[in-house]
Each structure stands twice: as structure tokens, then as C-alpha cells.
């Protein structure tokens, strides 16, 4: 058996030394190393061979990867490596890092053409000023071979390891069993769907009732899977914190049930929440946890892979143990871990650090989305940008001298672009040409001021030069499937605006990445219908779709339509009374925990006033703006077995969806509105541009996100096959057909017109 390893993954494994520094010094884009890489290539004599494939062995190793350049006339390979600013403000362990690459390809290319020498280059491209710095070194094979021999050898120890963990792994994958004693009515048919998915190299798309156990009804399979498909990696990706938990919740529940599985399993948290000194710079001379940060890496990676489960709180200890940052630890052990859970952005977005790892190590990928119909809009996020006047203009006026004219320049082009628009809201063809060049100037006019000047770096500056670079970035990318707008902002005397690039259909981006993993599935309970998600996140042609049968019956819950009130923005100040009677009659019932939804916090705030108001005797506590953590974790903490009261909420908000109160901590919902994205010139045109490319533009815009926001925010009534609850659909368009069609099958609708006569 050999294992295989990229020649950067070996150097970086075997050669990087010193400590951190993330002091901001802009790197070139992926697309300007490219056209860097190109350039070097061009100036070379017609000889020149460009991206040679190289590779040798080693005992166990197989080293392998793609030298980018040999001059046969002066047999000379060249290790070009681009960058901004100063050249003396490469750090020296980067350097090293890079001689190591160039000296492991000389010997595979030395081996390769029975050479008994060869002269190293490595080449330090400037993008800002084409410019290159060549340093040389001339070695005999010989020493080259024993190079190679010696970072081989440092490696081997750890490879005859991973081999022998991956072994283990697959070992007990394969007599892996199912934690409990049985599956829960649909589970055992969710488990066999992302099983065949994965055994076929296929994309599923699974809607699975709310309270199943869907986490553990996808992960377990996915495991299973991975010795018969070679899987190296599952990534577990979630929307929210709460995603990440049931995903960590239940590797602890599969270890217990196999005690002493071989399962690496890693938890990814952003740089911020994983940062133990915010006050401090991310280099070597600020913070401590930086300073030798490569030369105590490979104990806190041996003490790691000895931790089955390195979540947060894991991952701190043993970091701190061995004082290097949580973090980048955290970065460097995805590398070396089965399962790695984290948010959507990690595979999905522009940047997407696992996607990235997975095609520079050929990883083979099984990829579970968690709560997938989030990742319509996350999605759209991913792949929209904004710039605002306002801001830009309250960094002109603290930008240094030196970027003076750039930012003069931007104001003048940024003035012309909305002159002449009149309307508060215009969608242009595409973002103008000129502005965009005046942008992408500035960009390497501060991008260059920033990396002769590290140390003059402020905040607001850095803030607008990454909105300034991304913008420009998805710029590049338009097409049909975005729109460009600009919103006239009323600013006093000053007219100021907000130019968009909004994303409508991230098919085109996202389709690659389902391409790239061996399987992907996608599961949540709100995922009708499945041609709507196929056709806006770029699913596959032959993907699976499975619609999981629902344990519960329709006893369990009681599902009224309240038919006589309309909940529309003009009939909304004429149907608070009715609500209040409503919630208030149901409550003197049944007394107990309720959820009332509503479609913003304005009507929310009306509705709650209403029924203090006629009923003010009745508990009622209410979800506020921009609540954080703990405030949001107080108002769950309201819902007790014993407690009785209506908790006010926002239809699609923080508590619509992955919370889980089960039994007597919540016993009914109330769901005043369809959830229908509001009517406004945005949405509007996301309609026009969805019609234009889908022809379902209504539907796509407004039915479908509205209708799945509130079946999620009714599954929090049901959680499990022992729980009975109520819900009441508040408005008179829950009779219509397309709108009945999209509510789970198993629900028994009874209109309910008792009210009409308080409407």
C-alpha cells in the first residue's frame, strides 16, 4: 500500500518553520498568480515546457505534483512564485518553503531525464510591476535526491500512520451499527436513499419530516459508504450553530454506541469566534500564539489526531497545551480528520477553503447540506456584492495622501453612474465598464500602498478595500443570472446610493462543486417541490429525489385554516382584534406554550400590543431586533414544560426553524401570513429575471421560499411520535390549491370560519 502525497502538502508538512504572520500584505487573486504564471512562461525561449508533471517514490510515499517551469537549453527548472509590494517583505520561512518545493522538483525532474545536475530558479514575480527576482542555486543530483530522501523520511513515520489510521477507519466504518435499537419510522428510508446516493456517485435531494432524526439518518449511511467508495473525507455542512451541534451531538452518540472508533471528526468555526486575543495583530511580534507557531505545530498535531472529537472546546485545549492559535490549528487539521463540520461557506463560497483542499489533494468527498433549503439564499449571497456611497465616502475622508486621486476618482465616476437616474430604484444591463475600471484601478493602487505599508492599515480602509475587491470579483463573473441596481439613498443634501451585483440563480456557480464531490446530499424537511431547487442550485440531471414518509398522523396534529382573516399589508390593522380573540380562545382551551408568527416585527408588535390590550391577562413575551446570542437563548428559555404563554416571533427568523421543543414546551403555533416575500422593486425584478430564465417567476420568487418558511415554523409543534399539538394558518389564500399543495401530505386541513364575524 502507498500513500500519496502532493509535493506542496509534503514541504508544507516537512519544511515550514518560524511563526505566523497574517499581517495583511494583499496577495495576488487566483486569476492574476495565473496570468503571472503566464507571463513568466511567455518570456522564456520557445523551448521553455510549462506545468510538467513529475513524480517518484519514496518506501511507502508517492510524491507527486506539477513543477512550473524547465528550460532544457540552460537546464534550469523555475519555481515562479508571484506577489505585491516589497520583495524583502517575503518572510524568510516562506522562502524556505518555496526552495523545498523547487528542490523536490529538481529531483523527480533529475530522475525523470537522467540528469547528474540541475540549476534551481526561484522566480518572485511582481503583478504590480512585472518585474521578476530570480534567485539561483546549482545542485548535483545527488544532493537533490538526498533532499528529497530527508523530507521523505520526516514525512514517512506520520504517512505510515495515516495508512494505518485510514485502514483502522475503514475497518470499523464497515462493521459499523445504527446507535439505537431500531430507525424511527423514516429514518431506515432516508439512511437507504443517501447510501445508494453514495454507492452510485450521485446527488439526492431528500425532504424528511422536522423531528425525524434526519442528522443521524444521513451521516451514519454516508459513513457506511466510505470504505466501499474510498470516500477520504464527509463534510457536514450547516446553516446555523444549532446545524453544527446535532451534527457533533451525533459522532458522540455514534462513539458510545462503538466505543473506540477510529473516527476523526473536527469541528470549523470562524477566525473570530476561534481567536483567543482580538486585541492583538496575527503575527509572531503582537500575539504569542503565533510567535513559533510552525515549530510547535507538529506536537499539537500529534497530541490532536489522538482526540476522536476536536470541536471548539477540544480543539482550544490542545491548542493552548502547546501554545499555538486555535484557529489556524483548526485549518491545518482538516487535513488530517474523516469528518469535518463547519458552515456552508466552507465548500460553497467563492473562497471555499475545503473545496480548495479537496481538489489540491484529489480528495474524494462526500458532502451532507443540513437544512438545504437555506442554501437558495446563502447561496445568493455567496455570489452577490455591494458597495455604499455613505461608507466609501466616510473612508475618503480619513484615506491617506497617497490614495488621494484614487478615491477623487472613484467619487467623480460614482457621481456620473446615478446622475441621471431619477426613479429610487434602476436595474442596469450590466455594471457600467468604466466605473468598473476606475474600481479595479483603485483596487491596485490601494492593494499596492497597503503592501509597501503594512503597518498603515486602519480599519475602515481594509473593510472597503475587501468590499471594493469582491465587488470587482463577482463583477467579472455577471451574467443572466445576476442583476445590477442602484438605490438612491436619501442622505440630506449629499445624494448618496448603493450599488448591488445580486445574485438570482446560483445554478452556474454551484453546479461544480456538486460535480466535484462523490456524492452530495441535501436534505431538509421543506425541500417542494424538488424542480425548484434542482433548477436554482444547478443540481444534476441524474439527481435522486426522495420524499421521506412522515411518522406522525394526522391526530397528532390539528391543522385549522382560519379562512376569515386576511393577513394582507392592507387588511393587516382590521385583523389584529380577530387574532387576539383567536390566540385568546384556543389558549382558554388549552392552556399552555404557544408560537405566534408573524411576517415582521412591526405587525408582530401590533399584534401582541392587541392582545394585551383585550386579553391582559394572557404571558406573552416577544422576539426583538437584532437580538443576540444569550437574548435569543432567553426567550427559549421561556418554553418549559411548566410555563404557559404565547412567545411573539417572526415568520423565517431565528426561532422559525431549528429549535426543538418538544412535549409540553410547546404545544401549538399560530402562523399569521403565507411568509411571501414582501412585494418590492427587488423582489420584482428577481421575478422578471427567474421568468425570463425559468418561466416559473411568481412561484420561484415569492410561492415557494414563502409556503417553506411556514411548514418550517409549524414543525416546531411535532417533534416526536408521542407529541400533539395545534396549528392555525391565518389567512384566507391557505384555501387556494398551489398553496395546499405545498403543505406536508399528512396534514387533515379543517377551514375554520368561527372568526369572521370579529373580522
Not at 336 to 358: E, K, Q, R, T
Amino acid at each position: 500500500m502507498q500513500y500519496v502525497v502532493a509535493v506542496r502538502a509534503l514541504c508544507e508538512f516537512t519544511a515550514k518553520a518560524g511563526g505566523l504572520d497574517m499581517r495583511f500584505t494583499p496577495s495576488p487573486t487566483a486569476q492574476e498568480g495565473i496570468a503571472g504564471h503566464q507571463v513568466v512562461a511567455g518570456r522564456r525561449p520557445a523551448s521553455y515546457q510549462s506545468e510538467i508533471s513529475l513524480e517518484g517514490e519514496y518506501d511507502a510515499l508517492r510524491v507527486r505534483g506539477r513543477a512550473d517551469g524547465y528550460d532544457p537549453d540552460a537546464n534550469r527548472l523555475e519555481e515562479v512564485k508571484t506577489y505585491r509590494g516589497k520583495f524583502d517583505a517575503i518572510p524568510g520561512n516562506h522562502r524556505s518553503l518555496h526552495w523545498a518545493q523547487a528542490r523536490i522538483y529538481g529531483w523527480l525532474l533529475c530522475k525523470k531525464l537522467g540528469l547528474s545536475e540541475m540549476t534551481l530558479a526561484l522566480v518572485y514575480f511582481n503583478i504590480g510591476s512585472q518585474q521578476e527576482t530570480v534567485l539561483t542555486e546549482l545542485h548535483a543530483a545527488a544532493e537533490l535526491e538526498q533532499f528529497f530522501n530527508r523530507q521523505c523520511e520526516r514525512f514517512l513515520a506520520w504517512a505510515r500512520q495515516e495508512m494505518a489510521h485510514r485502514e483502522a477507519r475503514d475497518a470499523a466504518l464497515q462493521a459499523l451499527r445504527f446507535p439505537h435499537a431500531d430507525f424511527r419510522p423514516g429514518q431506515r428510508q432516508l439512511a437507504e436513499a443517501v447510501y445508494r446516493a453514495a454507492s452510485q456517485g450521485r446527488c439526492l435531494l431528500a425532504q424528511a419530516p422536522t423531528g425525524i432524526g434526519k442528522t443521524i439518518a444521513s451521516l451514519f449511511p454516508m459513513l457506511k459508504a466510505c470504505p466501499t467508495q474510498q470516500i477520504d473525507k464527509v463534510f457536514f455542512l450547516a446553516a446555523k450553530t444549532s446545524g453544527r451541534g446535532l451534527a457533533l451531538e451525533t459522532v458522540r452518540k455514534l462513539e458510545a454506541a462503538s466505543p473506540g472508533l477510529p473516527l476523526r471528526v473536527i469541528e470549523i468555526v470562524a477566525r473570530d469566534k476561534a481567536c483567543e486575543h482580538p486585541d492583538k495583530a496575527c503575527h509572531g511580534d503582537a500575539c504569542p500564539l503565533a510567535q513559533g507557531f510552525y515549530d510547535r505545530l507538529p506536537k499539537a498535531r500529534e497530541a490532536a489526531v489522538r482526540r476522536t472529537l476536536l470541536d471548539r472546546a477540544a480543539l482550544r485545549e490542545v491548542a493552548l497545551a502547546h501554545d499555538i492559535c486555535p484557529y489556524y490549528l483548526s485549518q491545518d487539521m482538516a487535513r488530517w480528520s474523516d469528518v469535518v463540520v463547519g458552515d456552508y461557506n466552507y465548500y460553497f463560497d467563492l473562497n471555499a477553503m475545503l473545496h480548495a483542499l479537496a481538489q489540491a489533494n484529489g480528495w474524494r468527498v462526500g458532502v451532507l447540506v443540513d437544512e438545504a433549503h437555506n442554501l437558495v439564499d446563502r447561496a445568493r449571497k455567496m455570489y452577490g456584492a455591494e458597495l455604499d456611497q455613505f461608507a466609501f465616502r466616510q473612508v475618503r475622508r480619513t484615506a491617506p495622501p497617497a490614495l488621494k486621486r484614487s478615491f477623487d476618482r472613484i467619487q467623480r465616476a460614482w457621481k456620473t453612474l446615478h446622475a441621471e437616474q431619477e426613479a429610487p430604484y434602476q436595474v442596469y444591463p450590466a455594471p457600467p465598464a468604466d466605473f468598473l475600471s476606475t474600481l479595479q484601478q483603485a483596487g491596485a493602487d490601494i492593494t499596492d500602498y497597503l503592501a509597501e505599508q503594512p503597518q498603515a492599515v486602519d480599519g475602515q480602509l481594509q473593510q472597503f478595500y475587501f468590499d471594493l475587491l469582491h465587488f470587482t470579483r463577482v463583477a467579472e463573473l455577471f451574467g443572466e443570472h445576476s442583476l445590477f441596481d442602484i438605490s438612491l439613498i436619501d442622505g440630506g443634501r449629499t445624494k448618496s446610493s448603493r450599488l448591488c451585483l445580486r445574485n438570482v440563480l446560483p445554478a452556474p456557480f454551484l453546479k461544480p462543486r456538486f460535480a466535484a464531490a462523490r456524492s452530495t446530499t441535501l436534505f431538509s424537511a421543506t425541500l417542494s417541490p424538488w424542480h425548484y431547487f434542482q433548477e436554482v442550485l444547478g443540481l444534476p440531471d441524474d439527481m435522486v429525489w426522495t420524499d421521506v414518509e412522515s411518522p406522525f398522523s394526522a391526530e397528532q396534529l390539528d391543522v385549522h385554516v382560519v379562512s376569515s382573516i386576511s393577513t394582507r399589508y392592507q387588511h393587516r390593522d382590521a385583523s389584529l382584534a380577530p387574532i387576539a380573540d383567536l390566540m385568546a380562545s384556543q389558549y382558554a382551551k388549552q392552556p399552555g406554550n404557544y408560537l405566534a408568527f408573524f411576517s415582521s416585527y412591526d405587525y408582530l408588535e401590533k399584534a401582541a400590543a392587541e392582545l394585551h390590550r383585550r386579553h391582559p391577562e394572557m404571558p406573552t413575551w416577544l422576539q426583538s431586533r437584532r437580538m443576540d446570542e444569550a437574548e435569543r437563548d432567553a426567550f427559549i428559555a421561556r418554553f418549559t414544560p411548566e410555563s404557559r404563554g404565547i412567545g411573539f416571533a417572526v415568520l423565517g427568523g431565528a426561532f422559525g426553524e431549528g429549535i426543538d421543543l418538544p412535549g409540553a414546551r410547546l404545544i401549538g403555533a399560530f402562523v399569521a401570513t403565507l411568509g411571501l416575500p414582501q412585494v418590492n422593486p427587488v423582489n420584482q425584478e428577481m421575478q422578471k429575471r427567474l421568468q425570463a430564465l425559468l418561466g416559473s417567476g411568481y412561484a420561484y420568487t415569492y410561492l415557494y421560499p414563502g409556503l417553506q418558511k411556514v411548514v418550517q415554523a409549524a414543525g416546531r409543534v411535532i417533534r416526536t411520535r408521542e407529541d400533539v399539538g395545534v396549528v392555525y394558518l391565518i389567512d384566507d389564500r391557505f384555501n387556494r390549491g398551489e398553496v395546499r399543495g405545498l403543505l406536508p401530505g399528512w396534514w387533515q386541513l379543517k377551514d375554520d370560519r368561527r372568526y369572521i364575524d370579529g373580522y
